[in-house]
Nanobody, 121 residues
Framework: QVQLVESGGGLVQPGGSLRLSCAAS????????MAWYRQAPGKQRELVAT???????NYADSVEARFTISRDNAKNTVYLQMNSLKPDDTAVYYC???????????????WGQGTQVTVSS
């Protein structure tokens, strides 16, 4: 069994910053790509940022230059540093990871439970 647990969400004023964390635990052999998604009320879930096991990153145009995704492979953790937050960034943020387990030896995509980020004055 594998779990992804997010933390770090909350209420922040426009222009402020938050740092989200997502820690993976369980029978982990290897973690491949990791990512953050978000879903705003009444909208579809959208990809925010991705990071490969080698550290290569990609961002949605809407967050480029404001958000930074990073990972600590020793801690099986992915982070999302969010700066210059806007009300449009308000959403539930989910982490996602492609994880190969020890037993059974297979790679599946796992999701965290989500953490609420609200940007409001």
């Amino acid at each position: 069994q594998v779990q992804l647990v997010e933390s770090g969400g909350g209420l922040v004023q426009p222009g402020g910053s938050l740092r989200l964390s997502c820690a993976a635990s369980g029978s982990i052999f290897r973690i491949n790509d990791m990512a953050w998604y978000r879903q705003a009320p009444g909208k579809q879930r959208e990809l925010v940022a991705t990071i490969t096991s080698a550290g290569n990153t990609n961002y949605a145009d809407s967050v480029e230059a404001r958000f930074t995704i990073s990972r600590d492979n020793a801690k099986n953790t992915v982070y999302l540093q969010m700066n210059s937050l806007k009300p449009d960034d308000t959403a539930v943020y989910y982490c996602n990871a492609a994880i190969r387990t020890w037993s059974p030896r297979e790679t599946l995509v796992y999701w965290g439970q989500g953490t609420q980020v609200t940007v409001s004055s």
